[in-house]
């Protein structure tokens, strides 16, 4: 629990930061502020009493022992490209927003362990392009990856288009730095593959949101560069014809599938509209398309085409598709990437609109899709549910289109929250998640509370309470706040 610090404390605070983090690290200038006060969705905007970016894991504890003993909440934040709010701070002004940008360091890059050592601040972007200097990548990717930061991605367990794969972010962290509430260093780094002395740390910190530990650096496993490439984009009458092409292609190419993406219609064509010379990469239209994508470091693209191409023209002959076309070089492979990255923009374009992240068992995905959607569009009449997304791992994005004419801000409030709880209801009936890659934030508090099992919940706040009893860490995210704070 926090209170507001009296003037006199708040000005010694704010003094022995700034002699702690100097004039690049600490700042109280709005101008330098504001940008990182919303969150990248803009539904959520706080206050902080003060920015600070501090340069190394050794500043960053400094600052937390700082924060501990005049009972200052830290909000921590990489790239701010989150979809929860869970980088955003509350209004009362009471927290310090921690920025770990600057510190966006490769320290170790490593072709014959396959590792790469980063700071938390590294944008992803940058660990790609590192690792394919040294022939090597890293099997994770998404549309933000010019802004996410290796932090925020361990922060929040991301996903992204390769977990179908490679899994999420989990799989791909060997070994964690992270500071804990009391300003301790948290070593995990050493990245043994057998390590039996107790409970694994490290995976309780990735996916906890910044409210057990501050991730600083982190030891990640790369692979060797893709020799090949076949990517393909196939047109379906319906969502249970894609599952069965996506067992097919798993049976046909093995462990070279690594990406299938399911696009409806309605969100193809918003692309269509929206996005400058996007072109459609078949005739017609099709009331379901699939994006799928194999890759291998051994056979080359021409063999990968050829196996791609064996897999749907069989599944064209059965009927089973309507129709496919596969890239001929990686321009139009990622020129059909472009059409699926840019769904969430174009929806976004035309009107409010509900997002949910949610996931159901693969199996059950399309059944799911086929109940949910008319059962939102008849409780409320004049939406449009659209699901799109990573069917391959049962993680589609559950978008709410609002009426034609609502108003953004006035929908979302008077009837978006009614929207959300159904979609979450549906989902839970069905055995799914209700933050399958985005996490909790804030903007799922309340509904995580309502929804999850209990004795889960009670886990984890007493876990919470173990390791940061004040409540000063990203106070409000993930779990609810005690009463009284």
Known sequence: MTRPLPQAETE??????????????????????????????????????????????????????????????????????????????????????????????????????????????????????????????????????????????????????????????????????????????????????KDNRGFDLKQLLIGSEGTLGIVTAARLRLLPAARGRATAWVGLDDIVAARTLLRRVERALGEALEGFEVVPAHCLGSVLAHQPGARAPLAGRHAWNALVECVSPAADSAALREGLAAALGAALEEGLIADAAIAASDAQAEAFWALRDGISAAERARGPAMQHDISVPVEAMPEFILAAVPAIESTFPGTTAVAFGHLGDGNVHFHVLAPEGAVRGVWEEAEGKAVSA?????????????????????????????????????????????????????????????QGA
């Open 422 to 482: 159904q979609v979450h209801d549906l989902v839970t009936a069905w055995g799914g998640s209700i933050s399958a890659e985005h996490g909790i934030g804030q903007m799922k508090v309340d509904e995580l509370a309502r929804l999850h099992d209990p004795v889960a919940l009670a886990v984890m706040a007493r876990v919470k309470a173990a390791l940061d009893p004040r409540g000063l860490l990203n106070p409000g995210k993930l779990l609810p706040l005690p």
């Open 12 to 193: 010694s605070f704010l003094a022995a930061a700034a002699a702690l983090l100097g004039p690049r690290g600490l700042t109280q200038d709005p101008a330098l502020m504001d940008a990182w006060l919303t969150d990248w969705r803009g539904r959520y905007t706080g206050r902080a009493l003060a920015l600070a970016s501090p340069a190394s894991t050794a500043e960053v504890a400094a600052l937390v022992s700082l924060c501990a003993a005049h009972g200052v909440p830290i909000v921590p934040q990489g790239g701010n490209s989150g979809m929860a709010g869970g980088a955003t701070p509350d209004a009362s002004g009471r927290a310090i927003l921690l920025s770990l940008r600057r510190m966006n360091a490769i320290r170790s890059l490593s072709a014959e362990s396959g590792q790469a050592v980063c700071e938390a601040g590294v944008i992803l972007q940058s660990l790609h392009e590192a690792a394919d200097a040294a022939g090597l990548r890293f099997p994770l990717t998404l549309g933000g990856k010019g802004s996410a930061t290796i932090g925020g991605l361990i922060a929040t367990n991301a996903g992204g288009t390769q977990v179908l794969r490679h899994g999420t972010m989990r799989a791909q962290v060997l070994g964690l730095e992270a500071v804990l509430a009391s300003g301790e260093v948290l070593d995990l780094m050493t990245p043994l593959k």
